[in-house]
Protein backbone atom coordinates (compact mmCIF):
# COMPACT_ATOMS: atom_id res chain seq x y z
CA UNK A 1 0.00 0.00 0.00
CA UNK A 2 1.77 3.17 -0.72
CA UNK A 3 1.05 6.50 1.19
CA UNK A 4 -1.67 8.02 -1.27
CA UNK A 5 -3.49 4.68 -0.95
CA UNK A 6 -2.78 5.10 2.55
CA UNK A 7 -4.01 8.34 3.47
CA UNK A 8 -7.86 7.51 1.47
CA UNK A 9 -7.89 4.21 2.60
CA UNK A 10 -8.08 5.53 6.63
CA UNK A 11 -9.54 3.78 9.49
CA UNK A 12 -12.55 6.36 9.50
CA UNK A 13 -13.57 5.80 5.94
CA UNK A 14 -13.65 1.63 6.60
CA UNK A 15 -15.68 2.02 9.54
CA UNK A 16 -18.08 4.73 7.80
CA UNK A 17 -18.30 2.27 5.13
CA UNK A 18 -19.35 -0.63 7.43
CA UNK A 19 -21.73 1.50 9.43
CA UNK A 20 -23.22 2.66 6.08
CA UNK A 21 -23.55 -1.16 5.32
CA UNK A 22 -25.17 -2.37 8.52
CA UNK A 23 -27.85 0.61 8.09
CA UNK A 24 -28.51 -0.92 4.73
CA UNK A 25 -29.14 -4.19 6.08
CA UNK A 26 -31.43 -3.67 8.87
CA UNK A 27 -33.24 -1.16 6.84
CA UNK A 28 -33.50 -3.94 3.78
CA UNK A 29 -34.45 -6.39 6.96
CA UNK A 30 -37.54 -4.14 7.86
CA UNK A 31 -38.63 -4.69 4.37
CA UNK A 32 -38.54 -8.60 4.63
CA UNK A 33 -35.50 -9.43 2.30
CA UNK A 34 -33.69 -10.94 5.38
CA UNK A 35 -30.05 -9.85 4.62
CA UNK A 36 -28.68 -8.89 8.02
CA UNK A 37 -28.27 -11.93 10.10
CA UNK A 38 -26.66 -13.47 6.66
CA UNK A 39 -24.16 -10.90 6.31
CA UNK A 40 -23.58 -9.45 9.67
CA UNK A 41 -22.46 -12.15 11.39
CA UNK A 42 -19.12 -11.74 9.11
CA UNK A 43 -18.77 -8.62 11.59
CA UNK A 44 -15.16 -9.40 12.81
CA UNK A 45 -13.64 -8.43 9.20
CA UNK A 46 -14.11 -4.81 11.18
CA UNK A 47 -11.66 -6.09 13.30
CA UNK A 48 -9.11 -7.46 10.86
CA UNK A 49 -9.40 -4.51 8.22
CA UNK A 50 -8.98 -1.70 11.18
CA UNK A 51 -6.47 -3.90 13.04
CA UNK A 52 -4.66 -3.82 9.51
CA UNK A 53 -5.11 -0.23 8.57
CA UNK A 54 -3.63 0.79 12.25
CA UNK A 55 -0.42 -1.35 11.68
CA UNK A 56 0.11 0.17 7.95
CA UNK A 57 -0.20 3.79 8.96
CA UNK A 58 1.20 4.03 12.63
CA UNK A 59 4.08 5.82 12.94
CA UNK A 60 5.49 3.90 16.07
CA UNK A 61 6.05 1.00 17.16
CA UNK A 62 3.03 0.78 19.92
CA UNK A 63 0.45 1.42 17.22
CA UNK A 64 1.74 -1.16 14.80
CA UNK A 65 1.15 -3.90 17.89
CA UNK A 66 -1.57 -2.76 18.46
CA UNK A 67 -3.05 -2.69 14.88
CA UNK A 68 -1.83 -6.14 14.63
CA UNK A 69 -3.76 -7.40 17.86
CA UNK A 70 -6.87 -6.14 16.72
CA UNK A 71 -6.73 -7.38 13.40
CA UNK A 72 -5.34 -11.03 15.10
CA UNK A 73 -8.40 -10.70 17.36
CA UNK A 74 -10.49 -10.37 14.13
CA UNK A 75 -9.07 -13.45 12.41
CA UNK A 76 -9.52 -15.64 15.58
CA UNK A 77 -13.24 -14.56 16.28
CA UNK A 78 -14.12 -15.50 12.53
CA UNK A 79 -12.38 -18.68 12.88
CA UNK A 80 -14.03 -19.61 16.27
CA UNK A 81 -17.16 -19.11 14.54
CA UNK A 82 -17.17 -20.27 11.07
CA UNK A 83 -14.57 -22.86 10.73
CA UNK A 84 -13.84 -26.45 12.18
CA UNK A 85 -10.98 -25.11 14.68
CA UNK A 86 -12.76 -23.41 18.37
CA UNK A 87 -11.32 -21.46 20.73
CA UNK A 88 -11.97 -20.20 24.15
CA UNK A 89 -11.24 -16.87 23.61
CA UNK A 90 -10.70 -16.30 27.88
CA UNK A 91 -8.08 -19.01 27.63
CA UNK A 92 -5.77 -16.31 25.37
CA UNK A 93 -6.26 -13.50 27.99
CA UNK A 94 -2.67 -13.78 28.76
CA UNK A 95 -1.54 -12.59 25.28
CA UNK A 96 -2.82 -8.94 27.11
CA UNK A 97 0.66 -9.43 29.56
CA UNK A 98 2.76 -10.81 26.34
CA UNK A 99 1.68 -7.41 24.30
CA UNK A 100 2.54 -5.25 27.36
CA UNK A 101 5.66 -6.89 28.25
CA UNK A 102 6.96 -6.91 24.86
CA UNK A 103 5.90 -2.82 24.49
CA UNK A 104 7.53 -2.63 27.82
CA UNK A 105 10.18 -3.95 26.25
CA UNK A 106 10.75 -2.15 22.95
CA UNK A 107 10.03 1.26 25.17
CA UNK A 108 13.07 0.76 27.12
CA UNK A 109 15.35 0.00 24.21
CA UNK A 110 13.72 2.98 22.76
CA UNK A 111 14.45 5.33 26.05
CA UNK A 112 18.00 5.17 25.55
CA UNK A 113 17.93 7.75 22.79
CA UNK A 114 15.84 10.16 24.85
CA UNK A 115 17.76 10.16 27.72
CA UNK A 116 21.29 12.21 27.21
CA UNK A 117 24.61 10.56 27.55
CA UNK A 118 25.34 12.87 30.86
CA UNK A 119 22.61 14.13 33.39
CA UNK A 120 22.55 14.50 36.80
CA UNK A 121 20.25 12.62 39.21
CA UNK A 122 18.61 15.88 40.08
CA UNK A 123 17.36 16.57 36.68
CA UNK A 124 16.30 13.16 35.61
CA UNK A 125 13.11 11.71 37.23
CA UNK A 126 12.51 8.10 37.46
CA UNK A 127 10.10 6.28 38.99
CA UNK A 128 8.13 3.18 38.99
CA UNK A 129 4.71 2.73 40.82
CA UNK A 130 3.45 -1.06 41.02
CA UNK A 131 0.06 -2.12 43.20
CA UNK A 132 0.54 1.49 44.74
CA UNK A 133 1.07 4.94 44.47
CA UNK A 134 3.87 7.70 44.04
CA UNK A 135 4.47 11.53 44.62
CA UNK A 136 7.17 13.12 43.53
CA UNK A 137 8.33 16.21 42.27
CA UNK A 138 11.50 18.32 40.91
CA UNK A 139 12.60 21.80 41.07
CA UNK A 140 15.63 21.47 38.67
CA UNK A 141 17.25 24.33 37.09
CA UNK A 142 17.74 22.36 33.91
CA UNK A 143 15.19 19.48 33.59
CA UNK A 144 15.98 17.36 30.49
CA UNK A 145 13.37 14.47 31.23
CA UNK A 146 12.55 10.99 33.17
CA UNK A 147 11.00 7.92 33.03
CA UNK A 148 7.74 6.85 34.52
CA UNK A 149 6.08 3.47 34.76
CA UNK A 150 3.03 2.42 36.32
CA UNK A 151 1.53 -0.77 36.90
CA UNK A 152 -1.95 -1.68 38.49
CA UNK A 153 -0.57 1.92 40.72
CA UNK A 154 -0.33 5.65 40.22
CA UNK A 155 2.48 8.88 39.68
CA UNK A 156 1.79 11.69 40.84
CA UNK A 157 4.91 14.42 39.04
CA UNK A 158 5.65 17.97 40.22
CA UNK A 159 7.45 19.68 37.36
CA UNK A 160 5.68 23.15 38.44
CA UNK A 161 8.87 24.55 40.18
CA UNK A 162 11.56 23.02 37.36
CA UNK A 163 13.01 24.59 34.50
CA UNK A 164 14.10 23.39 30.53
CA UNK A 165 17.32 24.98 29.55
CA UNK A 166 17.73 22.91 26.55
CA UNK A 167 15.74 23.08 23.63
CA UNK A 168 12.99 20.56 25.02
CA UNK A 169 12.90 17.91 27.17
CA UNK A 170 11.23 14.21 27.18
CA UNK A 171 9.25 12.40 29.61
CA UNK A 172 8.56 8.63 28.88
CA UNK A 173 5.76 6.72 30.39
CA UNK A 174 4.47 3.33 30.22
CA UNK A 175 0.62 2.88 32.18
CA UNK A 176 -0.69 -0.75 32.53
CA UNK A 177 -4.31 -0.81 34.47
CA UNK A 178 -3.28 2.63 36.33
CA UNK A 179 -2.63 5.93 35.06
CA UNK A 180 -0.32 9.18 35.65
CA UNK A 181 -0.47 13.29 36.60
CA UNK A 182 1.84 15.35 35.43
CA UNK A 183 1.50 19.26 36.63
CA UNK A 184 3.97 21.38 34.52
CA UNK A 185 5.33 25.42 34.61
CA UNK A 186 2.62 27.92 32.67
CA UNK A 187 4.98 28.69 30.13
CA UNK A 188 5.72 25.28 29.16
CA UNK A 189 4.65 24.07 26.06
CA UNK A 190 3.32 20.30 25.96
CA UNK A 191 3.69 17.91 23.14
CA UNK A 192 2.33 14.74 23.21
CA UNK A 193 3.41 11.95 20.83
CA UNK A 194 2.10 8.75 23.20
CA UNK A 195 -0.07 5.53 21.53
CA UNK A 196 -3.20 5.08 23.74
CA UNK A 197 -4.57 1.36 23.72
CA UNK A 198 -7.91 1.14 25.57
CA UNK A 199 -6.82 3.96 27.35
CA UNK A 200 -6.38 7.50 26.73
CA UNK A 201 -3.76 10.89 26.98
CA UNK A 202 -5.46 14.41 28.23
CA UNK A 203 -3.59 17.39 27.57
CA UNK A 204 -5.07 20.08 29.81
CA UNK A 205 -2.33 22.71 30.00
CA UNK A 206 -2.89 25.78 28.86
CA UNK A 207 -0.82 27.53 25.99
CA UNK A 208 1.78 30.12 26.94
CA UNK A 209 1.52 33.64 25.15
CA UNK A 210 3.40 34.04 22.12
CA UNK A 211 6.02 36.60 23.82
CA UNK A 212 7.14 34.02 26.20
CA UNK A 213 9.53 32.44 26.50
CA UNK A 214 8.65 28.56 25.56
CA UNK A 215 9.82 25.41 26.99
CA UNK A 216 8.81 22.09 25.56
CA UNK A 217 8.22 19.20 27.19
CA UNK A 218 7.33 16.10 24.96
CA UNK A 219 5.57 13.19 26.87
CA UNK A 220 5.86 10.02 24.76
CA UNK A 221 4.99 6.48 25.67
CA UNK A 222 2.17 3.74 26.10
CA UNK A 223 -0.96 3.74 27.77
CA UNK A 224 -3.04 0.26 27.75
CA UNK A 225 -6.25 0.83 30.07
CA UNK A 226 -5.08 3.93 32.02
CA UNK A 227 -4.42 7.27 31.58
CA UNK A 228 -2.02 10.24 31.49
CA UNK A 229 -2.93 13.33 32.00
CA UNK A 230 -1.11 16.76 32.33
CA UNK A 231 -2.34 20.07 32.98
CA UNK A 232 -0.60 23.11 34.99
Known amino acids: MNARQASILSPQLVLGFFVVLAGVMFTLDNLGYDLALDYLRYWP ?9 FALQADQMPGRLGGLV ?16 RLDLWELWPLVLVFAGGLLIWQAVERRHDRPASVNAEDWVRSVAVLGG ?4 SASSDFQGGELTVFMGGIELDL ?13 VF ?48 VIMGGAEIKN
Open 45 to 53: VVLVVLGTL
Open 70 to 85: LAVLGFVLLINEYFIL
Open 134 to 137: VEKA
Open 160 to 172: RQAQIMAEEAVVS
Open 175 to 222: VMWGGINIRVPEDWTVVVEGVPFMGGYADKTRQPREDGIKQRLIVRGT
